[in-house]
């Protein structure tokens, strides 16, 4: 789709009764000077205590910072298709990986472009899929970790540095770049290991606000991406949610409040609705909006990818946000987008010109997030409770060393039990620990549409560990709406993890069995259902039988 000169479409409101609380809040907005102080980097604009906000506020002009360095990421493409590079692997969990997974299924590589595959699963079928793909010969890896620690990562970097050293015609640590802070142990492994690149990020951004950094630009260059292109309608978005714009007209401004207001009262489950070539933006915007608002008890709950059904299955919780790309095939989102309007759901259109648009979106979305926060009173930049899971890990971990095997595990709710707990206001998030697959796909597909068609609850989907690094922050520490159904397969066959007593297996595993601990903790009700190897039968048995319908016309036909 070749990108378009037309002047970028403000973006259209259908919220009925909504809008005049909407407008009033955008009059308080402009008369607290909120946008003015978000730009000077005013911490109270969130919390009285600047911790973890006055230094991680660097996304804001980052676009206009990376331009000064687009000669370096383009030298650094070139030389590696000169070498023959076939394949990227990009290793990543969260910030690191979801952007650049928007990017590789949004755009195709360029011509003399080498394919590029996001690995941020340690699921042993995952990790094999890629492994199997690839020739590690001709392979660059990517390991992208702000804090140059992740376990997933170094894991995972230990896996295929024993692949490479073993391939004939490697050449070593040149098959490999790193992305991340100043400062860190993977910079010291890079530097000892004679990695080909190492790119030191902006120590002032939070991992889900820097896909305008190296961490989403370096891929983009990989890919054959127009990254002045990219970077400029980024800077245009910026320039519009800037302090010298009417609140009303603020891009950014507009989203956040409409998220915030309509999230204090209820209406929390912010579902996108996007046009096909683009339905992957979800994923980056659910962990921006989870991990940045979910905490304190309070949050606002991104749904994305969620089947399309009739406006009765959706209750009066929700706020739709279509991203609607032109010239993409729109007829059945369109249809879907005006049936909810009709039904008197608030919508917000929001038009891409084309894709490279996203660029304007990813800053869109961070600044309305960072909006939303203020009048949701939580702390944007923060991750309190992902801490936790990571805990229960390591901890298992030193049990497998120990005992050679996992702990037992107690789900405590059955299935039957969970769907108790299904209410208006509620949502399931479906947690699976499975190879990513079309099939698998369609079975989370499917299951979320028969709770949606049961319950009329929201419903989210997440591949383990990824959203440990994306949704868990509001798993834990957001409102105590959820219902959790954690998926597991067999995990076989298995995969070493080269250094450890543990397999890949093993280590999803105790990644699983520690969010699942978390959870309980927490007395969110959760169930836990063990896949039979290459099989998604047993979801049956947690599919909720349809609710009886209260309509009249049902009452009759139960008389008769």
């Not at 909120?34 to 006055?54: F, G, Y």
């Not at 910072?65 to 394949?87: E, N």
């Not at 609607?324 to 005006?338: K, P, Q, S, T, W």
Request: proline letters at 6%.
């Amino acid at each position: 789709m070749k990108p378009s000169p037309k002047a970028p479409v403000p973006p259209a409101a259908f919220l009925g009764t909504l809008e005049p609380q909407i407008e009033a809040a955008l009059v308080d907005l402009s008369r607290s000077r909120l946008i003015e102080r978000i730009w000077a980097k005013d911490h109270r604009v969130w919390k009285p205590d600047p911790t973890e906000i006055v230094d991680r506020l660097g996304w804001l002009k980052v676009a206009e910072l990376m331009r000064d360095r687009l000669g370096t990421l383009r030298t650094f493409a070139r030389s590696v298709q000169d070498v023959g590079i076939r394949h990227v692997v990009l290793l990543g969990m969260g910030g690191s990986s979801l952007g650049p997974e928007v990017l590789r299924r949004t755009f195709e590589p360029a011509k003399g472009a080498p394919k590029l595959w996001v690995l941020d699963s340690t699921v042993p079928g995952a990790v094999r899929q890629v492994t199997d793909a690839i020739v590690p010969s001709k392979t660059l890896f990517i390991l992208a970790s702000k804090s140059g620690g992740t376990i997933e990562v170094m894991s995972l970097y230990a896996h295929f540095w024993q692949l490479v050293t073993k391939a004939k015609g490697n050449t070593g640590g040149a098959q490999f770049a790193a992305i991340t802070d100043h400062g860190t142990s993977l910079g010291a492994l890079a530097q000892e290991r004679n990695f080909r690149q190492i790119f030191i990020n902006p120590s002032d951004i939070g991992g889900r606000y820097s896909v305008l950094s190296y961490f989403g630009l370096v891929p983009a260059a990989l890919l054959g991406m127009d990254l002045d292109l990219l970077l400029t309608r980024a800077t245009e978005m910026a320039g519009q949610c800037g302090s010298d714009r009417r609140a009303r007209e603020n891009p950014g401004a507009y989203l956040g409040v409409t998220m915030g207001m309509l999230g204090q009262q209820g209406r929390d489950k912010v579902t996108l609705i996007a046009s096909p070539k683009i339905a992957s933006f979800g994923l980056w915007a659910e962990q921006l909006l989870a991990e940045s608002t979910g905490k304190e008890g309070r949050g606002l709950i991104p749904v994305a990818e969620e089947p399309m059904l009739a406006p009765q299955f959706y209750g009066n919780d929700r706020l739709f946000v279509q991203l609607r790309l032109e010239g993409d095939a729109n007829a059945a989102v369109d249809r879907h987008v005006a049936a909810l309007q009709r039904a008197g759901h608030p919508v917000l259109r929001l038009t891409l010109r084309d894709r490279y648009d996203l660029g304007a979106e990813f800053f869109r979305w961070e600044f309305a997030t960072a909006v939303a926060s203020h009048f949701l009173g939580i702390h944007p930049f923060d991750q309190p409770n992902v801490q936790e899971s990571k805990q229960n890990t390591s901890r298992i971990l030193d049990e497998v060393r120990r005992n050679g095997k996992l702990p037992s595990v107690d789900a405590h709710t059955d299935a039957d039990s969970l769907w108790q707990h299904a209410a208006p206001g509620r949502y399931c998030a479906v947690l699976a620990y499975v190879t990513p697959s079309p099939k698998a796909d369609a079975a989370l597909r499917g299951l979320r549409e028969s709770i949606m068609t049961a319950y009329r609850i929201a419903t989210t989907a997440g591949y383990g560990p990824r959203y440990l690094h994306s949704t868990g922050q509001l798993h834990k520490g957001g409102p105590e709406s959820g219902l959790y159904v954690q998926i597991v397969e067999a995990m076989t066959p298995d995969l070493k993890v080269p250094g450890e007593v543990y397999t890949f297996g093993m280590l999803a595993q105790a990644q699983a069995i520690g969010d699942l601990q978390s959870l309980q903790s927490h007395h969110r009700p959760v169930t836990r259902i063990r896949l039979s190897k290459g099989g998604f039968s047993a979801l049956r048995q947690i599919i909720p039988r349809p609710a009886r319908s209260t309509s009249p016309r049902s009452r009759a036909a139960r008389r008769r």
